[in-house]
């Protein structure tokens, strides 16, 4: 066996980051080792580091530094004679960190199954320069998850598109003609437009991140294909589509859109077992309550999702700290289930 290399020891923040030498780094694989003891040592570039585990004497991954780590695809410049029509802004707005739910304090990120399935769908969907689809029910950490995988990737290639009501391709337009940071005059013609879209896409490899897409009709899918599809190799964007199950039916129901996609990712609820492994680590207020009260809250109200289980939570710390607890009972738990959702139907005779 490889001796493990001798570096120096750090410990795994609660959120999956490595501090060394007055830098912070980040990894996916790194949130399944919170709270580990490991050693670091300079990685293969000078934004890297190598992470060991001394206790299993083996090598765990290549975290990079944090907040503007390198690109996964060097990027390409635009030709001077097109940089008087764009700007040259990074479009870092359009990224944001990941939080949680209620902004819940001390809230950790767990490395469950899901997440780093997501991170792993993400990475290979940049590196192919593909479409891919993450669908699934509200609440289940879709949007959370894909924003703690696109940490790694620098932000001002993560282009956001959500919209809270349905959009029509003109709306795409605008919204990218925005986080693109484009100068002047949006293009009246449609055409004129999408050639500006074009252009400005194929000068970096950009993540295009189309969020809440359960609010995309056929005709906006069809036109970020439409983009997608005009570029070439590593001018091509990646896309993720992220969505409920809206955004799987109209993708998996028209055979040109379907077929593009490049991996498929659905997100369900945690199973029993995995709420008692990830509850726990989820909100120290959880750390030290018995398997059993965290089954029952979850069958009431926690639904194996983590939305319901930031409410729930929140409400735990507000119960607590009205009557002096230290510690989450029964009593406390069924009191914050009541306010975390509605009452159930009464059922009645037809008659």
């Known amino acids: 066996m490889t001796p493990t290399p001798s570096g120096e020891v750090r410990t795994i923040s609660p959120h999956g980051h490595i ?49 503007s780590p390198p690109s996964l695809i060097p990027s390409t410049p635009l030709p001077r ?57 509200a609440g289940l950490g879709k949007t959370f998850s894909v924003r703690a995988a696109l940490k790694e990737v620098a932000p001002d290639l993560v282009l956001l598109l959500q919209f809270r009501a349905r959009p029509t391709p003109r709306d795409i337009r605008m ?31 950009y993540i295009l ?3 809440e897409a359960q609010q995309f009709s056929r005709e906006c899918f069809e036109f970020v294909r439409h983009l997608y599809d005009t570029g070439k190799g590593k001018s091509r964007p990646a ?4 969505g409920g199950e809206e955004c799987y039916k109209t993708l998996y129901n028209e055979p040109a859109l379907a077929s593009r996609i490049y991996i498929w990712q659905e997100f ?46 929140h409400h735990v710390l507000e119960g607590m700290k009205r009557r002096g607890l230290s510690d ?7 009191w914050a289930i009541r306010r975390s959702r509605p009452a159930r139907p009464v059922r009645r005779d037809d008659d």
Not at 29 to 44: D, K, M, N
Not at 105 to 120: C, H, K, W
Request: charge should be negative.
């Open 81 to 137: 004679k097109e940089q008087t029509s764009m700007t040259t802004t990074p479009a870092d707005d359009s990224y944001q960190e990941p939080d949680f739910y209620l902004d819940l304090p001390d809230a950790r990120i767990v490395a469950t199954e899901a997440l780093l399935e997501a991170g792993e769908n993400i990475a290979d969907t940049i590196d192919a320069r593909a479409m891919s689809c993450i669908y699934g029910d």
């Open 328 to 334: 989450v009972d029964e009593t406390l738990a069924r």
């Open 175 to 205: 919204e990218l003609f925005d986080v693109l940071h484009l100068e002047g005059k949006p293009p009246a013609h449609p055409s004129e437009f999408d050639r500006l879209l074009k252009r400005a896409l194929a000068r970096r490899p």
């Open 268 to 313: 369900t609820p945690m199973e029993p077992a995995e709420v008692a492994k990830n509850i726990p680590l989820f909100h120290p207020v959880w750390a030290n309550v018995s398997p059993e009260l965290i089954n029952f809250i979850d069958l009431e109200a926690g639904g194996g999702t983590f939305r319901m289980w930031s409410k729930v939570t």
């Open 239 to 242: 896309v993720l589509f992220v």
């Open 209 to 211: 991140v189309c969020d």
């Open 19 to 67: 501090h060394w030498r007055g830098r912070t780094y980040s990894a996916l694989f790194a949130l399944a080792h919170i709270g580990a003891r490991v050693t670091v040592e300079p990685g293969p570039h000078t934004e890297e580091i190598d992470v060991h585990d001394p206790a299993a004497d083996r090598h765990l991954g290549t975290a990079r530094a944090l907040p």
